[in-house]
């Protein structure tokens, strides 16, 4: 930092941000110390003080090995889906699948689909990725992303879950990767206030018999089944209060292996459903 920067910092602070936000700023917005980009500075401090969320007005924010731009199109991805991905590729070594087909329900910013096709392409694998979202203002974001990172194994498609799906996938997949909007809509406004900048869409889900917020959750976990390679595996991030549930509908779809993992905050998260 420049000497002015420590005076912006501590400007920010006495705004009424934190010291490691304001500190994040400085450092996004005036990275030269560059006098003419103190407005913009103000301007985004300004719009955390309003309560936007920090990794909008930054504009990226890292996701395992990735910077995955961001912006209110999509999701902000949270640190226990990074544990999803953990997940994901210890399941793929014991699956020991050369060249891994993997479809990203939900896509978002394309979080946990890409970071699994860098991962893998570190550890010298070739997998193939689809991400999926109905949202098309998602799959832009998820695109730039792709790009940015030079991930060219990727197709992208819009559709509500498995129905657009091109057909001759079915039984070829090795790998469905999941987090779906699993919040009831009632249970939203006693959430953390972040969420009220994220789309709807990617958070809320309906109710049905089985849970809050499950309505996603039921289809996915019933039709992946069919999706799936004989050996393959589906991998969906859940509620805290959704571990019965979607053991339940597991078992139901016919998966022959099922266990439910706890974040690390000890919260059941984690389905893995194996066939
Ligand atoms: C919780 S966000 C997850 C985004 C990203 N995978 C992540 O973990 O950060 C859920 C995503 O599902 C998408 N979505 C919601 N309903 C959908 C549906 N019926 N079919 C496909 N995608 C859907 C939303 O647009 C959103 O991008």
Not at 89 to 106: F, Q, R, T, Y
Request: proline fraction near 4%.
């Amino acid at each position: 930092m420049t000497d002015v920067n420590p005076l912006l910092v501590t400007e920010l602070i006495a705004a009424g941000l934190s010291r490691r936000e304001a500190r994040w700023l400085v450092e996004e917005f005036m990275p030269g110390g560059d006098h003419e980009a103190i407005g913009a500075l103000r301007r985004a401090a300004q719009r955390r003080l309003d309560g936007e969320p920090l990794q909008y007005i930054i504009g990226h924010w890292p996701f395992r090995s990735l910077d995955l731009d961001l912006d209110a199109r999509v999701l902000i991805p949270r640190p226990e889906t990074e544990e999803l991905v953990g997940v994901a590729l210890v399941e793929l070594a014991k699956s020991g699948v050369a060249a891994p087909s993997i479809v990203d329900l939900g896509c978002g910013s394309g979080a946990i689909g890409l970071a699994l096709l860098q991962e893998l392409r570190e550890r010298g694998i070739r997998a193939t990725l689809v991400a999926v979202d109905e949202s098309l203002d998602a799959l832009a974001v998820a695109k730039r992303n792709a790009l940015k990172h030079q991930l060219h194994a990727v197709s992208f498609v819009q559709s509500s879950w498995f129905d657009s799906l091109d057909g001759s996938l079915r039984g070829h997949i090795d790998l469905i990767v999941s987090n779906p909007p699993y919040v009831g809509a009632d249970e939203l406004a006693s959430l953390d206030p972040v969420l009220r900048h994220e789309p709807r869409g990617a958070l809320v889900a309906e109710d049905t018999q089985a849970a809050i917020g499950f309505s996603d959750l039921e289809v996915i976990i019933a039709e992946a089944g069919r999706w799936l390679t004989e050996d393959g595996v589906l991998i969906c991030e859940h509620g805290d209060m959704q571990r019965e549930a979607v053991m339940r509908a597991a078992d139901a779809a016919g998966f022959d292996v099922v266990v439910d993992l706890d974040d690390m905050a000890g919260r059941a998260r984690i389905l893995v459903a194996r066939r």
